[in-house]
């Protein structure tokens, strides 16, 4: 940390923090501080003089308090009355044009693209004829989508999966409420626990036994869509939805006690950071092994099986596991405040 | 045969397409908020028998996976939005009670 | 001639399916109050989505994709009595003149439901899961 300097509160810096919390009466009363400071040292150290430029200070800014109140009240009378009109014409006038404009600019964009298809598009280059017509035989993936975006474009998604991430941890650190040191529920927890009981008093029998038999065959779904990204189309991102909702579903029905029973912040932790840990090792390494690792140690194998295309389908459950930690994380966070 | 077929589910289509258009005006005008629940919850199932009569029409058979996951979601939804106002209005009860004891 | 009897069924089906569904919709714009609307809205849920969904397996024939709707069909059926249930008990609790526009049989359940007890705190969580 850089020390304060002594004469902080009259630098510039200082007098410039100063003015932008309080107004722009501290900025002349600094002026005449430094004005009254300067002038010191040429005049003789004395009590009477002490209190003259007290009094005259005082008198100073007193002086400007009344001429600020008397510009602002008139400024703000208009303000209230004529001011207040005038822009509200000018926010419908300028929303509209702006409307207007923006439209005009995004249908003219739209009119003028390539057609539909043409194979003369400049996104038909030799990439994308590589990817349809190698891509089944280099990633062993029947989904050339999901053969794209986990083996040749596999870092975009890490990307993409460190976007996640963040957004977790942004909600985290923006509405946890603060864990207490010696383990106890602070009096903000509990203050959130009675709020939240208004949403859930007693729990619903109906929905309970509903639920007990709906949140394995959510889950199991959600499962199978992970497992078949390479397959058919799905993937990690919205079989991982597909378990967050199961767990959102588990836990609206039977309440955060149970839920906590198999998924507290530790498992949160503990599974997002392994995934994102796990996606980053298998396919980042190449940082240091130069661009060269396309031929991986798993092979292909036969498209269509289940465990085939190498890396895919554990990319997918890696994938997977950080989208349903994700949002399960976000719901608990925006109701309660802790997971 | 395909042909007839064509006919036949592009008419259906049509015809949800305008119960669509009719669920989403009573979501709108409905006066009270469990209208607006009921025509979101219809909603949803039309759509889901759009996606299967599309599923069929295009040939392509892993559509229908998305149908399972519309279903899974609109219940979910439903869940959802009814905790959320059961919620709210139990707080404003609170709130104004207190307010009436405070006073 | 199988082709044609095919068309026919699943014509049929998909017919009746409509009509279900035209009648939903109809039911929910003509009934006046909303627990009435939850019985209108039930129809597409049931007999609607199977007799279309029926249709369209039958079109298909016997494939993965027809035991799959044949699934979505199921699931439906299992959430959908449910999420009805849970639009009665938010419109019981949120109508503050409930006896005007309907018959309450139950006064006290109603205000179990508009005022949540507070005495359900973690100690009584316990004690439940204890029993």
Known sequence: MAKIRPDYETSWFGRLMHWLE???????????????????????DSEHHHATQEHALEERRHAALEREQRMYSSLHQWASTKGSRLMRWVYIVASVVMCVGIIALLLNTAANLPPYGDPDNPVNNEVSAHYITQGQA????VNIVAGMILDYRAFDTLGESNVLFIAAVTVLVLLRLAPSRDGKPTTEMLEAEADDRLYEPKHDMILQHQANLLVPLILLFGIYVVMNGHISPGGGFSGGAIMGAGLILYLNAFGFRKTERFFTFRTFQIVSLMAL?????????SFFTGANHLPSIFSPGTPGMLFSAGLIPYLNIAVGLVVCCTMYAFYTLFRKGDM | MTEAYNILFTGALIVIGVLLLACLIRAIRGPRIADRVIAVNMMGTLIVISICILSFMMGEGWLVDIAMIYTMLSFLAVVLLTKVYMGIYREKRRQREEGQQDA | MLDIIRFVISAALTLAGLFCLLSGVVGVYKFRYAL???HAAAL?????????LLGVIVATGFTVASLKMLVVIAFLWLTSPVAGHLIGRLEVTI??????????????YVEQEKVPE??????????EEAQ
């Open chain 3, 44 to 52: 597409l849920d049931t007999v609607g989505i199977l007799l279309m």
């Open chain 1, 277 to 285: 840990a796990f996606y980053a090792c298998s396919k980042a390494y």
């Open chain 1, 138 to 141: 280099e990633t062993g993936a």
């Open chain 3, 95 to 108: 109508n503050d003149e409930l006896s005007r526009d309907a018959d309450v049989l139950d006064q006290d």
């Open chain 1, 22 to 44: 309080n107004g722009s009466t501290a900025l002349d009363d600094a002026m005449t501080d430094e004005m009254d400071a300067h002038s010191r040292d040429h005049l003789v």
């Open chain 3, 118 to 127: 507070t005495t359900t705190t973690p100690a009584d969580d316990t004690q």
């Open chain 3, 36 to 38: 009435s609307r939850v």
